[in-house]
């Protein structure tokens, strides 16, 4: 039975967390990896800060349809309310008791994208944050079933424009491209032409801010999708996709470049993968239990191998590290300028992630905010304090997935060893 050692307890808390926090690691140094992947995915109960006052849909609707000045009102309450749902996402990420359920939450929001630039309503992406967060580790059947009546998704992608004799194909077509077989996987134009016609109706209530069901707006033409005919609802559509074997390989495949690797996947690991989570009936849990087991994840050879996101990077050191806290405001704009504006990813894809985190500007960025956070200062003291009582050498299979690069400090110092490891070039990597 293989037990953790130090150095796989941070790879296994480092891929799955916000961060490798020193007491989260050492719990689970020792055991074997079926008991320390339970621990991990079995948390306490899940906890998020109050939501800060914003305006409602009710009143931000009614300033919209006014005239020119009602209109730029209402456009610049939003922006202040999406700075605070931002600020308020900053602090979850921070304080969170669970941040395997953050993660698999980010998880999901980037595979079920929206945006606050198109929503333009931050309480119905902080609906469907919280919606993401409830369900990040339940069932992806119910989860795909919940948002494709979820409000902001159905803003996003246009669903209050797919009415009978108008249908719409955004949403059908990010239904099969993005969120269930992937692009160019065993569907056709027409099976996106029919699957439109069948979500005709599905819309939102614009004075609630709620999903609504418009019948006299609804086409119920049958329809063949996917070879299945008599096609008369969107629900329908959905069961179909969920019975498609292509469709738990995709997820499969999504979950090994987020957790294993940003090579392509190994199609012999991700389909068995797929095999148990088709016949949990989509249960993530399953899923994950099986990728957290998987050789793969263990191998030598998928460690230090991917870049750390925006929030790996920023949000992990606050949370590894006793230093500092950063005004929430000013960490919602360092992720910004990292490329992760939270709530705002560039395309209906969502962020890459990988490679594309780095460019010349970024990269710039990355080392001054860490040279700013570990920066010497009259806390010095305190921060020496905080650290744990350890070794040199646990220090480095703490901090580092790799071997840095970089000459170490010569001498003695924890505070002054933890700042060489940080700003080291391997830190950068998970």
């Known amino acids: 039975m293989n037990r953790l050692n130090l150095s796989d307890a941070r790879h296994l808390v480092s891929r799955t967390a916000l961060g490798q926090e020193w007491t989260g690691m ?5 055991k074997s990896r079926a008991e320390a992947v339970n621990i991990l995915l079995h948390p306490e109960k899940i906890y998020t800060p109050g939501l800060p006052r914003l305006t409602s849909w009710t009143k931000l609707n009614k300033m919209s349809i006014r005239n020119g000045n009602g209109k730029r009102a209402a456009r610049k309450q939003m922006m202040r309310d999406n700075e605070l749902l931002k600020q308020w996402e900053v602090k979850n990420l921070l304080t969170t008791r669970t941040p395997v359920n953050e993660h698999m939450t980010m998880f999901w929001h980037n595979h079920f994208t929206t945006s606050l630039v198109k929503v333009m309503h931050p309480r119905l992406i902080h609906k469907q944050s919280m919606l ?11 989860l795909l079933k919940s948002i494709a009546k979820d ?13 009978k004799g108008k249908a719409n194909e955004n949403f059908a077509r990010e239904l099969l491209e993005l969120f269930t077989l992937g692009k160019g996987h065993d569907y056709t134009e027409a099976d996106i032409k029919a699957a439109a016609i069948a979500f005709t109706g599905w819309g939102v209530n614009m004075d609630r801010g709620t999903f609504q069901y418009d019948a006299s707006k609804h086409d119920s033409t049958p329809v063949t999708f996917m070879s299945t005919r008599n096609i008369t609802n969107g629900d329908q559509i959905i069961d179909v996709l969920l019975k498609h074997r292509r469709t738990a390989v995709y997820i499969a495949e999504k979950v090994w470049r987020e957790f294993i690797s940003d090579s392509y996947p190994d199609a012999r690991v991700t389909q068995r993968w797929a095999k148990a989570f088709r016949n949990s009936n989509y249960s993530i849990k399953v899923l994950m239990t099986e990728v957290l087991n998987s050789d793969a994840f263990w191998s030598k050879r998928y460690r230090g191998n991917m870049i750390k996101s925006p929030i790996d990077l920023v949000i992990g050191t606050l949370r590894t590290l006793p230093f500092p806290k950063l005004p ?13 504006d939270l709530f705002d990813p560039p395309t209906v894809k969502g962020w890459d992630g990988g490679k594309s985190w780095i460019d010349t ?30 070794s040199g050498k646990e220090v480095v299979d703490w901090l580092s997935p790799i071997t840095p690069v970089l000459g170490l400090p010569t001498h003695p110092g924890k505070l002054r060893l933890v700042r060489a490891l940080v700003l080291d070039p391997t830190y950068q990597l998970k």
């Open 132 to 142: 993401l967060r409830k369900n990040a580790m339940g069932s992806f059947s119910h």
């Open 361 to 390: 500007q970024t990269l710039l960025v990355r080392t001054s905010t860490l040279n700013k956070l570990t920066r010497h200062t009259r806390a010095q003291a305190y921060i020496s304090k905080k650290l744990p009582k350890t």
């Open 151 to 163: 409000p902001a998704m159905l803003v996003f992608l246009d669903g209050s424009k797919n009415v």
């Open 328 to 340: 929430t405001k000013d960490i919602s704009h360092v992720l910004s300028l990292l490329g992760q």
């Open 26 to 30: 050492k719990a689970l140094e020792g």
